[in-house]
């Protein structure tokens, strides 16, 4: 599940509804002249989601810790490659993909 946080950067006066959402699928962007939808193996995954955290660690012990949370994510969320181009198909690819695995 996703949940809201208190932090809104720079829309600090922006309205905010504390809600929560099921994470269905993380998606890697990669733009492509096609649509398509592609499982990135686990040890890439953690890999894809490590280098995605918009923190440095630089502590070992924490570094530790945000590659076994990434790990624990990516074993219980898909992590994907998302090929798109500059039209709104995607979306049709994302729904097929879930239809598909469900």
């Not at 099921?22 to 998606?27: C, E, N, V």
Request: net charge neutral; with cysteine.
């Amino acid at each position: 599940m996703l949940y809201g946080v208190p932090f809104r950067g720079e829309l600090s006066e922006a309205p905010r509804a504390n809600q929560h959402a099921p994470l269905k699928g993380i998606f890697r962007l990669r733009q492509s002249t096609d649509h398509a939808v592609e499982p990135i193996e686990p040890i890439k995954a953690v890999a894809e989601i490590v280098g995605s955290s918009p923190f440095v660690v630089m502590q070992r012990s924490l570094a530790s810790m945000l590659v076994d949370v990434c790990a624990k994510i990516a074993h219980n969320v898909p992590v994907l490659s998302l090929h798109f181009k500059r039209d709104d198909g995607f979306w049709r690819v994302i729904d097929e993909y879930f239809e598909n695995v469900s």
